[in-house]
């Protein structure tokens, strides 16, 4: 367990606590009385409920936004104990009080055990003794610590460092997003946004060793995949450029692949695109905006100003979400020490799947194939009761409406289009039905669902719908691993062995 303990007292302000909560770095503070006995828990989670709420946190108290009288737990408890405690209440701390002999009214308050107290313990533990309280999936399961950002499942909210991303995709360019995630601030003036936007452009160009090779990737098999293009290509450009093994070089050199990577993704994407279907890659302009610029290397042609906003607050929107399967793949290549380039192209496979980043087009696919508001509703009903996932609907964290998915309906309905209608109908239905045959499932709308009607009405062709994705969620990715190379221990979790008991003799192979 942790001491002392980091506590508050039931009259001081929420905004007081937070201050202390964050000078320790601690996600939570208790709530002590005179006496020392713990009487509330105040989280970071309850920070978030007063902010959606409107309350103002310099004059709240603490009382009113606690959790009071918490569960708390003896100094004796065993670790394995007090870990399935936390879990099974879904807690990330628990105080810990000394009995007192017996008498309530004399726990005094002597520490407080986090998550993270109890999975440094199990680390040491045999994996079978903690293996089954593992969920699958690792749903819930807090493998790191990163100020990078976070997404609030329940409270339908995500963030990149302090801010709402949903407020910077609506108020700033991606370049001062980008630098956020890398250099953790936003630029303050309009010549330090230059300043950085100024390391970008000349990155964008791709270097003539990957040009070269870029028409035989891109004519690959029968079927274009362009994430399968963009894997190869990313893989080639870190060689081309000689990326070294994180491991091996300095924060500052790490910093400049991910930099240089980050620029040339977009240029790849359309480059890649464009050659495939026999045109010439189109050359980045430095006058344009970021979103602007990538609509017209992949369509040679300037975008109207409101279909190169639309698509830069989809790419921001998108920058990072928390330890999703791409960005966790980077982080666990990045741990073995490899380069920038070979977490990239990890990254960018987890994120092909349909499950992870390549649902916008089946979204899509899906209003297509409903055609009108008459049939969605025995459309989707016979697809849910067959057992089918319907494609831009739920979320592993989200159990509310997804933050994106509301900006983007808003972004969609701005771009106005025939699919409009439809797409809200369908939504609605969906929402209905699910609701209907999936009961208590929380499921609702994911980013995917509008991020196609967005990207379609904007000109983007539907293959290149995931590739997009993956030319924003690349800055994520990277400011993860500039992260996980800061402070790096290789990732190696364990699993429990189910099969047949071992050890078995090598049957002889019969003639
Ligand atoms: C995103 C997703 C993979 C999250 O999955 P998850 O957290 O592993 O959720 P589970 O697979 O445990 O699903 C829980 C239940 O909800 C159901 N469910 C989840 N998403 C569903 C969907 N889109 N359509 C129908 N049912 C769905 C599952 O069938 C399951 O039902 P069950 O309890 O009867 O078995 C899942 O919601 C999904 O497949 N969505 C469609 C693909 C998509 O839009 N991906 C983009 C994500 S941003």
């Not at 701390?93 to 407080?112: E, N, Q, Y």
């Not at 080639?236 to 093994?245: C, I, N, S, T, V």
């Not at 509703?377 to 849910?384: I, K, M, S």
């Amino acid at each position: 367990m942790s001491r002392p303990v980091v506590t508050a007292q039931p009259a001081e302000t929420v905004a007081l606590a937070a201050q202390r909560m964050r000078e320790h770095k601690v996600g939570s503070v208790v709530v002590t009385d005179h006496d020392d006995r713990a009487i509330g828990i105040l989280t970071e989670r309850d920070m978030i409920r007063l902010a959606a709420a409107g309350s103002d946190a310099s004059s709240a108290k603490v009382s009113e936004w606690m959790t009071a009288d918490p569960d708390t737990i003896g100094p004796d408890m065993e670790a394995r104990a007090a870990f399935a405690s936390l879990a099974e209440r879904g807690y990330r701390h628990i105080p810990v009080v000394d009995d007192g002999g017996g008498s309530a009214a004399a726990r005094k308050l002597v520490g407080i055990v986090s998550m993270r107290d109890l999975m440094r313990v199990a680390m040491i533990q045999p994996a079978d003794a903690q293996a089954h309280e593992m969920p699958k999936g690792l749903e819930g399961v807090v493998v790191a610590d990163t100020t990078v950002g976070d997404v609030r499942g329940l409270e339908g909210f995500y963030h990149y460092r302090q801010y709402n991303a949903v407020d910077l995709a609506k108020s700033r360019p991606i370049e001062d997003v980008w630098q956020l995630m890398f250099e953790g601030r936003l630029p303050t003036t309009l010549a330090e946004r230059e300043a950085f936007a100024a390391k970008i452009r000349p990155r964008r160009a791709i270097p003539p060793a990957v040009l070269e090779v870029l028409p035989a990737i891109a004519s690959a098999g029968d079927v274009f995949v362009p994430l399968d293009a963009l894997r190869t290509a990313v893989s080639q450009y870190g060689a081309a450029l000689g990326f070294r093994p994180s491991h091996d070089i300095d924060g500052e050199t790490l910093g400049d692949n991910a930099m240089s990577t980050c620029a040339v993704v977009p240029t790849l994407i359309c480059a890649l695109w464009r050659l495939r279907r026999g045109l010439e890659p189109v050359a980045p302009r430095d006058d344009l905006s970021y979103a602007a610029n990538y609509l017209y290397m992949m369509q040679g042609a300037v975008p109207t100003p409101e279909h190169a906003a639309a698509v830069e607050k989809y790419l921001i929107s998108t920058v990072d979400h928390g330890f999703n399967a791409s960005t966790f793949t980077a982080r666990v290549i990045t741990s073995t020490g490899a380069d920038l380039g070979a977490a990239v192209v990890g990254a960018i496979g987890a994120l092909s799947g349909p499950l992870h980043g390549g649902a916008p087009s089946r979204a899509l696919q899906m209003l297509d194939e409903i055609g009108t508001p008459e049939r969605a509703e025995p459309w989707l009903r016979a697809a849910v009761e067959r057992g089918d996932r319907l494609m831009g609907f739920g979320h592993r964290v989200y159990k509310t409406d997804d933050p994106r998915s509301l900006m983007l309906r808003e972004v969609a309905d701005s771009l106005g289009g025939d699919k409009m209608e439809l797409a809200r109908h369908i939504e609605a239905t969906a929402v209905k039905v699910l609701d209907e045959l999936k009961p208590g499932r929380r499921l609702y709308t994911n980013v995917e669902f509008y991020a196609g009607i967005v990207m379609d009405r904007c000109g983007i062709p539907r293959e290149l719908f995931t590739p997009t994705f993956a030319a924003s969620r690349v800055i994520g990715w990277c400011a993860h691993i500039l992260e996980q190379a800061a402070d790096n221990r290789l990732i190696r979790p364990s699993a429990q062995y189910v099969g047949p008991p071992p050890p078995e003799p090598v049957p002889p192979i019969s003639v």
